[in-house]
């Protein structure tokens, strides 16, 4: 049994929303359609049980005003494990990252991007060990921008989507990836060195204050040791 309870510290409604996540009406979290937003200042408790089919990555998000809310960054990553072990045994490094997307500069769409709420060369690096087996969770929790992130260096495995096994796992080299979805991906580090880890798409690679060195954005690296 899972009890969030969300107190409003913002001077404006908001809500808490679990895509994906099969649960009631009652705790969808969706403002002004499964509930009325709540006041600054209030709070809700959303309560509800998890069971074998939620095992997973997840996204949670605002589920009020979401363009500016989601922008502004009240979203996260819900990960359900299982009852005993682990979802991804063979994986000595199981990782989490999380696409971000702002509007700046007076833009009305996302026009500038990170990971783990950090543009390159802040976000966050991964250091896994030479020949082990590393799994990602990738959450993209942009409001509004698909991403096509990238790999360098390997053929990667989707292993699942939106928190649903893949009967099969199938090898890819970029991964689509729309707002709201999670992916989880598997690699072999078999390649010593510093692999880029990336959006292919290349307006995600350079935000608006990143002209001088042409790199940014939706990019990190993953160094293999
Ligand atoms: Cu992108």
New binding site residues.
Partial sequence: RVQILLKNELNEPTTLNFPGLPLPASQLGIGDVTERPIPPGGERLYSFTVTPDMVGTHLYESGTDMASEIDQGLHGVLLVDPARGSLYPFAKVDALYE?DAWMVDGSTTENA?GLDGKPYPNAPELTVPYGSRVVLRIVNA?GM?????HVHETTFWLLAEDGHPLPVPRPMNVLAIAPGETADIEFAADVRGDWMFH???LD??MNPDDEVDMMG??VTFIHVK
Avoid: N, R, Y
């Avoid at 921008?145 to 992130?149: E, G, K, P, Q, S």
């Fill in positions: 696409i991007f942009s921008c698909d991403h096509a992130m959006c292919h798409i995600h690679m954005g939706l």
